[in-house]
């Protein structure tokens, strides 16, 4: 690490950086507070929001001075990470980044680099944004810092494997694999002890490109750092079960960035306190993230990311409020494996366990109870095209939601990150149609 | 049908045909006009409702209007999506809830239909156009074979051969190298009709099916299809009387029931 990468740190993240930031959030409050009752079917924003794009944009400040600081790790985003956090790793995750792309309308042209390279079209749109980010060296975020160690897991899908020996390739640095065996029941205890001796083996390398040993009591804090917020992370998801709910998914789909990347830090616990207590205030004052919340609907599989504004405020002017997603609660529901006193077993239960790395009937039986416990009166399953995992068995969801439940789905054809897969006219018509079913 | 008659007006503007249905105060159908779809949706619609007043339709009566271009209809009321209104106008003809099938232009429906003509589910094609009428205009078009003729060229076919793509673009190829070969043509229609058959009896199944099995939409009028479609999924076939002008008759029943409630009682529809 060298010095003088340390001093441009320290000035440009935690002396201008932090105090630009802090006043750019507090005249956002000022102004949040000023603007009052906003015209339209929507509650005001929620009053944390500038917190959370002060949160964010600090993370990606960091990144931006991190080389020669900190050690940098790129990461699948079901990875492991509580290790790489004790050991001071800086970490980016190239999903959400790309999903910064996406909302920033940046990934088409970015997956455009990526197929020109050679890269096919049938390949994930994260995978594409990220190739030909990397590639062109564009980003929306100003800059992203170059990886020193790249940890992919595969709990979230095969692709991941290929698309991290491509950056592997690229970048020439080195790649830790934790493989896990996909899930048709509760993990075996020699499936646990095969990514347990994956994750042991893998410190060592960690070690080596940090410079430093991993210190058991820092682990063992990260740890409980991590549970901490991913326990509030599940309370502020469950807040949506109030009627009227006080948040929406779409609003969790931008609030889950810190639980994503930002796992195990002190600033993100603190944060979903923060949003919590709001979310209370709001339940305790019957306010709803919708003036009129006519109809609660659950959403399934990744957002579309390029079009998450114009489908909220489509669903608000029907009073239809999308009061959850199977998508947002998979960085909740594992909350209960963690074990900061068992850090390696339970890291490898927890990484084992995502629903991506879950049977068909598993991820039916977790929409069924959502389905329930959110007293929701349809789903929306978004079929998208870039993750095939997700998106099998969304037809039998369909049909056995109807037949069970008497709970009507729709099956939307998109891609979270690339708009050339997404037919506007299409997807508005089969959503009018479903709305006349589910208000009628 | 007696146009002087008429209460309420429905159009479906489609995306190969537009359609415009007048019905009288029992919801009977009173008038009706089908044309092409042309460019022009507002000035079309414009001429058509002229034409149903020439027909001796009252004016000032409500319209309701559905299909893809309903958006384009400014004399409209209210807009309807097509789903809705081809359950209400089947159920209306035929006195029962069931499966519907909606071969259009450009989107094929399977709709389950309550007792009560509600919509209790819907699935719809895919993105692409396979399984939809596009797909027969495309491939009729290929043949040379007019697509009124579509029909009886697949019955009178001696043999079938097997299309195995149901992808407009890559039907097409596949038709071109079979007429390389020599294949008869009404056998290349059969087996057209036979994908296209499958697709839609997929969806079909997907969707829980539930007798009787009803068809509406222009494709509906192909006898093959019927035929087909009743072998393909082992239930006889039920069709109103102008199963394209189903979703016409659809809107205008709305129309009527909209017009004896005040505007702020829309039982529970909603305007788009």
Known sequence: ?440 | MNPREARALGIDVGSTTTKLCAVDGQGRRAWQAIEPTEPRIQEQARRMLAGALAAGVPPGLSLLATGYGRKLVPEARTALTEIGCHARGVHRELGRGGTLIDIGGQDTKVIAVGDDGKVQNFAMNDKCAAGTGRFLEVTAARLRVPLDQMAALALSAQEEVSISSTCTVFAESEIVSLIARGTEVPAIVRGLLRALVRRVGALARATGLRPPLMLSGGVARNEAVQRLLAEELGLSVTLPGEPQLMGAYGAALFALELQSQPPSGQSGMSSA
């Open chain 1, 1 to 440: 690490m060298s010095l003088l990468s340390s001093i441009a740190y320290r000035l440009n993240v935690d002396l201008i950086g932090k105090a630009v930031l802090r006043l750019s959030r507090r005249r956002s409050e000022r102004a949040l507070r000023r603007r009052g009752e906003p015209p339209g079917p929507l509650a005001p924003p929620l009053f944390c929001s500038p917190q959370l794009k002060e949160l964010i944009s600090r993370h990606y400040l960091r990144g931006r001075y991190a080389n020669g600081h900190r050690p940098v790790a790129w990461v699948t985003s079901g990875g492991p990470i509580e290790h790489l956090q004790a050991l001071g790793y800086f970490l980016i995750y190239p999903e959400n980044h790309g999903a910064v792309c996406g909302i920033r309308r940046t990934a088409q042209e970015l997956c455009q680099v990526a197929e020109e390279a050679g890269f096919s079209r049938d390949i994930c749109s994260y995978a594409r944004t990220d190739i030909g980010s990397v590639l062109s060296g564009r980003t929306p975020v100003g800059r992203l810092p170059r990886p020193d160690l790249l940890v992919c897991c595969t709990n979230i899908c095969q692709t991941v494997l290929y698309w991290y020996q491509v950056l592997a390739y690229h970048f020439q640095v080195p790649l830790v694999l934790i493989d896990t065996p996909f899930l048709y029941r509760p993990a075996e205890p020699h499936a646990v002890s095969y990514v347990r001796q994956q994750i042991e083996e893998a410190i060592p390398v960690m070690e080596r490109v940090a410079r430093r040993p991993l210190s058991p009591a820092r682990l063992e804090r990260v740890l409980a750092e991590s549970k901490q917020a991913v326990e509030l992370w599940m309370q502020v998801l469950e807040r949506g079960k109030a009627r009227p709910s006080p948040i929406l998914a779409f609003d969790e789909f931008i609030h889950m960035a810190p639980i994503v990347e930002m796992r195990g830090e002190p600033d993100t616990t603190a944060y979903y306190r923060v949003l919590l207590s709001e979310l209370d205030r709001r339940v305790a004052a019957g306010v709803g993230a919708l003036r009129e919340e006519r109809r609660r609907l659950i959403w399934d599989n990744l957002p579309i990311w390029y079009r998450v504004r114009p489908l909220s405020d489509y669903l608000a002017s029907r009073g239809v409020a999308l009061v959850a997603s199977s998508y947002t609660n998979a960085w909740g529901e594992l909350a209960p494996l963690m074990d900061p006193r068992q850090p390696l077993d339970s890291l490898a239960r927890v990484y084992l366990h995502p629903i991506l790395n879950r049977s068909t009937g598993d991820k039916l039986r977790t929409l069924s109870r959502m389905v329930q416990e959110y007293q929701a009166s349809g789903v929306l399953l978004h079929s998208d095209r870039s993750c095939k995992p997700y998106s099998v068995g969304q037809m039998d969801q369909r049909e056995r939601l109807g037949r069970e439940l008497s709970v009507p789905a729709l099956l939307l054809e998109a891609d979270h990150n690339d708009p050339r897969s997404f037919s506007e006219e299409q997807v508005a018509s089969r959503l009018e149609a479903f709305l006349e079913v589910v208000l009628s």
